[in-house]
């Protein structure tokens, strides 16, 4: 079994069968094209030695396959204390996913104690290891890569969830993930988590994924404190708060498409 999300091979990216979502067996969860973007982001130039991503918008343009994949970034507004730069995912077809990030220098600030939010769900330890996934007719995928532990909710009971979740697998091989790969990875799945809706007679589709951090995450753990709300239009989203053990460090929100399945 593989032991990375992706391999690299020369110039592409290759996904391995722990990106399979839940729905298609030939294309990713869109938590491992997250990362991957992310990634690439955190390598252009400066981005490593001082800018921190703010903000990170993903537009999902359509279902990203299981296939060798080009992954690109640029800087589009360069600046000394913020800079805006973007990120493009590719197969033969053409653009699959794109991400936009504002990065920020970050520098010391004298805050009164009381402006530094240092609240947080009940730990890992403290939450329940047992919980299956629902069933996805795949014995390996993003469902069994990552680590999950329920404070409340689970995958089969509708409404909202309070989850922890980590890496079992490092992005690429041989590189340790970073704390901003750990968030992206898992920041998707706000929408899966805390479904209010039956998923064997409804769709909830998410078209993008907006990702604000106000810190970044400490150790592997991150936590999901989701809600998602449909709307009899057809359109919904979800809000997803997010943790590490120390207290929050930003929020996640989604636009889903909602829909009644065909039959």
């Given at each position: 079994?593989?032991?990375?999300?992706?391999?690299?091979?020369?110039?592409?990216?290759?996904?391995?069968?722990?990106?399979?979502?839940?729905?298609?067996?030939?294309?990713?969860?869109?938590?491992?094209?997250?990362?991957?973007?992310?990634?690439?982001?955190?390598?252009?130039?400066?981005?490593?030695?001082?800018?921190?991503?703010?903000?990170?918008?993903?537009?999902?343009?359509?279902?990203?396959?299981?296939?060798?994949?080009?992954?690109?970034?640029?800087?589009?507004?360069?600046?000394r204390r913020v800079e805006l730069v973007e990120a493009s995912l590719a197969d033969e077809q053409g653009e699959v996913m794109r991400a936009n990030a504002w990065r920020l220098r970050p520098g010391p600030v004298e805050l009164p104690a009381e402006l530094v939010p240092d609240d947080a769900p009940p730990g890992p330890d403290a939450a329940d290891p047992t919980t299956s996934f629902f069933e996805t007719g795949q014995d390996v995928g993003y469902h069994t890569a990552m680590e999950y532990r329920f404070v409340t909710g689970s995958f089969v009971d509708t409404g909202p969830a309070t989850v922890w979740m980590r890496m079992l697998h490092p992005l690429v091989p041989g590189e340790e993930p970073t704390p901003l790969q750990r968030v992206l990875i898992a920041a998707d799945s706000g929408n899966g988590v805390s479904a209010t809706l039956d998923y064997h007679r409804y769709l909830f589709i998410n078209v993008d994924l907006s990702v604000h951090l106000h810190r970044m995450p400490e150790g592997e753990w991150v936590c999901l404190d989701a809600v998602t709300i449909p709307q009899p239009t057809g359109i919904g989203m979800s809000d997803t708060t997010l943790y590490d053990e120390r207290g929050q460090i930003g929020r996640a929100a989604q636009t889903l498409l909602v829909a009644e399945r065909d039959g």
């Open positions: 079994m593989a032991d990375a999300f992706f391999e690299i091979d020369g110039e592409k990216m290759v996904p391995t069968e722990l990106t399979r979502g839940p729905w298609d067996p030939n294309s990713q969860h869109a938590g491992p094209p997250a990362a991957l973007l992310g990634r690439e982001i955190e390598r252009l130039e400066g981005g490593g030695g001082g800018g921190q991503v703010g903000r990170v918008t993903y537009e999902i343009l359509r279902a990203v396959p299981i296939a060798p994949l080009t992954v690109s970034a640029r800087v589009v507004r360069p600046g």
